[in-house]
């Protein structure tokens, strides 16, 4: 405020202090946006790398995420639904199966339970039916084909 004080001093005519009301003006809405635009991405942040962190869990939940980063369940899912384009279950399923396909990619000696276990499924029918819906084919063609 102190500097559109001074700008305003130095203004002669009406339009010249109206000019720098308004730029003082449009410059405080932009700002105003940008911080409110922050402060609604940052939980989706802490969202996503505390999914990244903890996707092996087999109990992770939108519950547990919500009471984790403390926020309601609700807020939590409108807000990373509005900001990312997808539910929050659909991003922690999608981290889910990346991991799994490095693990099918990769080290032969896990079999399909150890694997849906290691990336935070119950069991295997679960993982095998997740993957096929993400992947469009089962884990197990996946590993042979090594995509």
């Given at each position: 405020?102190?500097?559109?004080?001074?700008?305003?001093?130095?203004?002669?005519?009406?339009?010249?202090?109206f000019?720098?009301?308004?730029?003082?003006?449009?410059?405080?809405?932009?700002?105003?946006?940008?911080?409110?635009?922050?402060?609604?991405?940052?939980?989706?942040?802490?969202?996503?790398?505390?999914?990244?962190?903890?996707?092996?869990?087999?109990?992770?939940?939108?519950?547990?995420?919500g009471?984790?980063?403390?926020?309601?369940?609700?807020?939590?899912?409108?807000?990373?639904?509005?900001?990312?384009?997808?539910?929050?279950?659909?991003?922690?399923?999608?981290?889910?199966?990346?991991?799994?396909?490095?693990?099918?990619?990769?080290?032969?000696?896990?079999?399909?339970?150890?694997?849906?276990?290691?990336?935070?499924?119950?069991?295997?029918?679960?993982?095998?039916?997740?993957?096929?819906?993400?992947?469009?084919?089962?884990?197990?063609?996946?590993?042979?084909?090594?995509?």
């Open positions: 405020l102190e500097e559109l004080r001074r700008q305003v001093k130095r203004c002669s005519e009406a339009a010249q202090v000019d720098c009301l308004k730029e003082f003006c449009c410059g405080y809405l932009a700002r105003q946006s940008a911080q409110q635009e922050s402060e609604s991405v940052r939980p989706i942040r802490k969202a996503k790398q505390y999914i990244q962190e903890h996707y092996s869990d087999a109990n992770l939940s939108l519950s547990y995420i009471d984790a980063l403390g926020f309601s369940p609700s807020y939590l899912s409108k807000l990373f639904k509005q900001e990312s384009g997808r539910s929050i279950l659909d991003y922690l399923n999608m981290v889910r199966i990346e991991k799994a396909k490095e693990l099918l990619r990769g080290d032969n000696s896990l079999n399909l339970d150890e694997i849906a276990m290691t990336v935070g499924y119950s069991g295997r029918i679960t993982f095998t039916r997740i993957f096929k819906k993400y992947e469009g084919i089962t884990p197990g063609v996946y590993r042979e084909s090594k995509l």
